[in-house]
């Protein structure tokens, strides 16, 4: 059983940086894959990045070169590192975790999912 907390939201002007946090009440040693998502109003969720244990991460499209997805597993933390941020990067986030196989892009493969942390980007 595993509690995920995000933290690091905020307002942002076009772009500039954020670092998202999340943090895990319970070990993520044996979790698989740790992800970030994103929901921005009026639009599905959609995902951002994900980080295998072997340290081996994937991007959505929108988000390549300007974000880092990390994993600290004996902080039971996972971060997103924002760069370059633009109004379309507006919504809130969302970590998650799988504990089971399944699609990383499937929201139904993941069992614990965060409350959210809100990125605003604008001027």
């Known amino acids: 059983q595993v509690q995920l907390v995000e933290s690091g939201g905020g307002l942002v002007q076009p772009g500039g940086s954020l670092r998202l946090s999340c943090k895990a009440s319970?070990?993520?040693?044996?979790?698989?894959?740790m992800s970030w998502y994103r929901q921005a109003p009026g639009k599905q969720r959609e995902l951002v990045a994900t980080?295998?244990?072997?340290?081996?991460?994937n991007y959505a499209d929108s988000v390549k070169g300007r974000f880092t997805i990390s994993r600290d597993n004996a902080k039971n933390t996972v971060s997103l590192q924002m760069i370059s941020l633009s109004p379309e990067d507006t919504a809130v986030y969302y970590c998650?975790?799988?504990?089971?196989?399944?699609?990383?892009?499937?929201?139904?493969?993941?069992?614990?999912w965060g409350q959210g942390t809100q990125v605003t980007v604008s001027s």
């Open positions: 980080i295998h244990d072997s340290g081996i991460t």
């Open positions: 998650a975790a799988r504990p089971a196989g399944g699609p990383l892009n499937y929201q139904g493969s993941y069992s614990n």
């Open positions: 319970g070990t993520i040693f044996s979790i698989n894959y």
